[in-house]
């Protein structure tokens, strides 16, 4: 059988080729495969670069004609791929697999490889062939999940399995032998009385503080620093390469620095809260010591601290009784004046405890079911246009002083019946509600949270049927969203979400994002619109990229699951011209809008202008998100460079003259450099962690 035969083309038809490369060679490689890039001979000196080489690489074919192929290889290729490599081409066998590559412009490139031998009529390898493409976009989902499996999902500090990886590089790196000098501190880290704010606040509240603490902390680490959350309030601080004849005296500045991440009060959802912390610290060799040794040895001094409390003479306690009251190193030096136990308010007692807590979930009961139940109004906003797209009802408790509970202080003490009637009540509120905008001229479309085992109930489709129709309201003007428990079992929705759907209500997945099952849910429930978990933004300025990555990714699945996508968590400009660019339509959070009580909707309307997210960035993220959402798929920026939304962004920052303004020049050509783009990114990158 003849090559041509094979492949079917014409070799008068193909291009010009390096010398020594006959056509009847060329043929033989494109039988062996279908993407070539290069061509080499037995020595593996370059003797043809296709176009797609070039393309991937920088090179252009007469720069590399003659080479090796190392000239790719740089400090960030893996020693045991580049020898797999070599074995497999001595050997005369095919080589597949994944490099790390650099281009012309010293950029990296993650590089899917294949190199092929061709062999004569004798069996001598004569030519090997390669075939590489550009893998970044998936190796960058691999590097998502990594950072997903190592650190923690909340506050974005290495997890567990991250501090444990963590201690045994530091102990192999820096080997010890017993009985030398100190040059390692570990201390456990723990927030006072963090559950206290849990009670009172509610998880959310809890949440958003710790989330807080968390970016101050990493803030004030320096190189050899390594903190990791562990659990709940726990927390692990690892400190390296002390000076060994003078660790224990290092370890004070070291503490005050970090101490001053609870100066300043923390937003508890609108209420300012100061927390305390305590450490207690121990210092090792590095000789084998294992971390749980270590953490034990650190258990004592830290009740130790806890038990002191920060106002007696500071937060932490080294092991081994150099604590305040000796005068010793282990005490910080500055004391924390003025800070009280977290969760408390200044000048009000802690009135925690099972009773207390009983006490005030029957009250709040009582309360909620005798006329207390308000329901505020927070609307979705669409980000290209500024329209309001929906209200969603989100249930408060008035109390007797005229202020507002969240749902979180008091939803997690109702059994299922009350959170039936909790959502049968708030239901008819809403729908009352909206008859009344409609004959103030107000059309408006809402959406309300329902738990599964409300749903579960057989006469829930029925009521809500019967709602809508005593208060004259179409289905189509209502969504409802789906709360998750860690009970839910999904199978059973199925029936009571598809009679809803027929019925004309929407169905909204709450938190997509969140969780482990949500996409087989989404692809065999019935919903209607998706909402983007707000903790998947909360990364957006500590880890823009791979945020932004995890963002885009989650915009593509609902569309292409065809419904509505809400981005939810929107608290600033930045977040929420970033979801406008990578595709959210909707957005939902303080920076557009807060809740508000349901009369003051009509007015809010009058004056809302809408964010109007278009083609003027302002900020480093939507100018990163717009950078970005390009350069990741090597495509160039279109339209010209004047009429680019991050020349406007670069104009505002008086860099289109500078070097980023060249660098943006490349972008808009049809061969845009990845090296400049990757130099924007990380300009851009700058600019968000100075707060722009």
């Known amino acids: 059988m003849s090559f041509r035969g094979m492949i079917n083309v014409d070799p008068a038809a193909l291009p010009h080729v390096a010398d020594g490369v006959p056509r009847e060679l060329l043929l033989r490689a494109l039988a062996a495969t279908s993407e070539i890039s290069l061509i080499t001979d037995a020595a593996q000196n370059i003797l043809h670069a296709s176009r797609s080489f070039t393309a991937i690489t920088g090179y252009s074919e007469a720069e590399v004609l003659g080479s090796n192929c190392r000239i790719l290889q740089g400090p960030g290729t893996a020693p045991e791929t580049a020898a797999a490599i070599r074995a497999a081409l001595a050997r005369g066998e095919i080589f597949q697999g994944d490099i790390l590559n650099y281009r012309k412009d010293g950029s990296p490139?993650?590089?899917?490889?294949?190199?092929?031998?061709?062999?004569?009529?004798?069996?001598?390898?004569?030519?090997?062939?390669?075939?590489?493409?550009?893998?970044?976009?998936?190796?960058?989902?691999?590097?998502?999940?990594?950072?997903?499996?190592?650190?923690?999902?909340?506050?974005?500090?290495?997890?567990?399995?991250?501090?444990?990886?963590?201690?045994?590089?530091?102990?192999?790196?820096?080997?010890?032998?017993?009985?030398?000098?100190?040059?390692?501190?570990?201390?456990?880290?723990?927030?006072?009385?963090?559950?206290?704010?849990?009670?009172?606040?509610?998880?959310?509240?809890?949440?958003?503080?710790?989330?807080?603490?968390?970016?101050?902390?990493?803030?004030?680490?320096?190189?050899?620093?390594?903190?990791?959350?562990?659990?709940?309030?726990?927390?692990?601080?690892?400190?390296?390469?002390?000076?060994?004849?003078?660790?224990?005296?290092?370890?004070?500045?070291?503490?005050?620095?970090?101490?001053?991440?609870?100066?300043?009060?923390?937003?508890?959802?609108?209420?300012?809260?100061?927390?305390?912390?305590?450490?207690?610290v121990v210092l090792s060799p590095r000789d084998g010591t294992t971390l749980q040794a270590l953490l034990r040895q650190a258990d004592a001094p830290l009740r130790a601290a806890k038990s002191r409390g920060a106002a007696e003479g500071g937060w932490w306690e080294l092991a081994g009784g150099a604590g305040p009251d000796a005068g010793g190193a282990g005490a910080s030096p500055v004391p924390a004046p003025g800070r009280q136990a977290a969760g408390t308010e200044p000048g009000r007692a802690a009135d925690t405890g099972p009773a207390a807590a009983a006490d005030a979930a029957a009250r709040y009961k009582e309360r909620l079911f005798g006329g207390g139940l308000e329901m505020f109004m927070q609307p979705a906003v669409d980000l290209l246009n500024g329209g309001v797209y929906l209200f969603e009802a989100l249930a408060r408790l008035k109390l007797d002083d005229g202020s507002h509970l969240p749902p979180a202080a008091f939803l997690s003490d109702l059994a299922a019946a009350e959170t039936d009637q909790l959502f049968r009540t708030g239901l008819d509120q809403v729908l009352a509600q909206l008859a009344t905008w409609d004959s103030a001229g107000l059309a408006a479309k809402v959406s309300v949270n329902i738990a599964p085992s409300t749903?579960?109930?057989?006469?829930?489709?029925?009521?809500?049927?019967?709602?809508?129709?005593?208060?004259?309201?179409?289905?189509?003007?209502?969504?409802?969203?789906?709360?998750?428990?860690?009970?839910?079992?999904?199978?059973?929705?199925?029936g009571p979400l598809n009679r809803l759907v027929a019925l004309g209500v929407g169905v909204a997945m709450d938190d997509l994002g969140a969780g482990y099952s949500s996409l087989k849910r989404l692809s065999m429930l019935p919903f209607t619109t998706v909402k983007i978990d707000r903790d998947m933004l909360t990364g957006l300025r500590t880890n823009p990229l791979e945020t932004l990555s995890l963002i885009a990714t989650l915009v593509q699945i609902g569309r292409d699951f065809d419904m509505t996508v809400v981005a939810e968590g929107l608290e600033d400009l930045g977040m929420t011209e970033a979801a406008a660019v990578l595709g959210a339509q909707y957005g939902q959070g303080y920076h557009l809008a807060r809740p508000m009580p349901a009369a003051e909707v009509p007015g809010w309307m009058e004056d809302f202008a809408g964010p109007g997210v278009g083609r003027q960035l302002q900020t480093g993220l939507g100018a990163l998100a717009f950078h970005?959402?390009?350069?990741?798929?090597?495509?160039?920026?279109?339209?010209?460079?004047?009429?680019?939304?991050?020349?406007?962004?670069?104009?505002?920052?008086?860099?289109?003259?500078?070097?980023?303004?060249?660098?943006?020049?490349?972008?808009?050509?049809?061969?845009?450099?990845?090296?400049?783009g990757q130099m924007i990114v990380d300009w851009l990158v700058r600019e968000i962690r100075a707060g722009r």
Not at 150 to 178: I, K, Q
Not at 224 to 248: C, H, K, N, S, T
Not at 463 to 476: C, K, N, S, T, Y
Not at 664 to 669: D, L, M, P, S, V
């Open 455 to 494: 749903l579960l109930d057989p006469e829930c489709p029925r009521f809500i049927e019967q709602a809508l129709l005593r208060h004259g309201i179409v289905p189509q003007r209502l969504v409802l969203e789906l709360l998750e428990t860690e009970t839910t079992d999904w199978d059973l929705l199925s």
């Open 628 to 676: 970005w959402k390009f350069m990741r798929l090597g495509s160039p920026h279109p339209h010209a460079v004047h009429d680019c939304p991050l020349t406007g962004y670069l104009d505002i920052r008086g860099a289109v003259n500078s070097d980023v303004g060249r660098w943006h020049e490349q972008q808009h050509r049809a061969e845009s450099s990845f090296g400049a």
């Open 109 to 280: 490139f993650w590089n899917a490889l294949k190199i092929t031998p061709l062999r004569d009529e004798s069996g001598r390898v004569t030519h090997f062939v390669s075939v590489q493409r550009d893998i970044n976009a998936r190796m960058a989902l691999h590097e998502q999940l990594r950072f997903q499996a190592t650190h923690d999902a909340l506050t974005g500090l290495p997890n567990r399995g991250a501090l444990d990886a963590h201690f045994s590089r530091v102990a192999e790196t820096h080997p010890g032998t017993p009985g030398t000098p100190v040059n390692l501190a570990v201390g456990l880290v723990d927030l006072d009385g963090f559950k206290d704010i849990n009670n009172r606040l509610g998880h959310e509240a809890g949440d958003l503080i710790l989330t807080s603490w968390a970016a101050r902390m990493q803030a004030r680490l320096q190189p050899g620093e390594f903190l990791a959350r562990i659990a709940g309030d726990e927390f692990v601080l690892v400190i390296e390469d002390l000076p060994e004849a003078r660790a224990q005296a290092a370890l004070p500045a070291v503490f005050e620095r970090l101490g001053g991440s609870i100066d300043a009060p923390f937003d508890g959802g609108g209420e300012g809260i100061s927390i305390a912390m305590s450490a207690g």
